[in-house]
Nanobody
Framework: QVQLVESGGGLVQAGGSQRLSCVAS????????MDWYRKAPGKQRELVAA???????TYADSVKGRFTISGDKVKNVVYLQMNSLKPEDSAVYYC??????????????WGQGTQVTVSS
C-alpha cells in the first residue's frame, strides 16, 4: 500500500505564489512517474505538470513559464512551485504517482487533493 500526503494550497491573491508538496510512503520499489493534476468546477481534470518523463519535465501550455515541478525519487517527494497565479488556476490539485511495489505493478495512486483558490 502506498500513501500520498499533500500539503500547501489555500487562498492567494492573483500574481502571488504557492508551493504544493506531495510525499509518497509505503512499500515503494520504484517510482515511474510523479505528476500534478487539477480539477476545476465544470471542467475536466487536466495534467498540470509531469516529472521524470522520457522528455524530462512537461507542462500544460496554460502554466508554462509560471509553474515548476521538481521531485526526488529517493525521497519520494514531488513539488509544484506556482508563480504569477491567475484566478483561472483555481482548482483542486491532485498529486499522482505511478509506482512499482515489491516487484509488482505499475500501480497508480492519487493524493487527497488540495484546494488552490486565486482571488482577483
Amino acid at each position: 500500500q502506498v500513501q500520498l500526503v499533500e500539503s500547501g494550497g489555500g487562498l492567494v491573491q492573483a500574481g502571488g505564489s504557492q508551493r504544493l508538496s506531495c510525499v509518497a510512503s509505503g512499500s515503494i520499489f520504484h517510482i515511474n512517474a510523479m505528476d500534478w493534476y487539477r480539477k476545476a468546477p465544470g471542467k475536466q481534470r487536466e495534467l498540470v505538470a509531469a516529472a521524470f518523463t522520457a522528455w524530462g519535465t512537461t507542462y500544460a501550455d496554460s502554466v508554462k513559464g509560471r509553474f515548476t515541478i521538481s521531485g526526488d525519487k529517493v525521497k519520494n517527494v514531488v513539488y509544484l512551485q506556482m508563480n504569477s497565479l491567475k484566478p483561472e488556476d483555481s482548482a483542486v490539485y491532485y498529486c499522482h504517482v505511478q509506482v512499482i511495489v515489491l516487484g509488482e505493478g505499475p500501480y497508480d495512486y492519487w493524493g487527497q487533493g488540495t484546494q488552490v483558490t486565486v482571488s482577483s
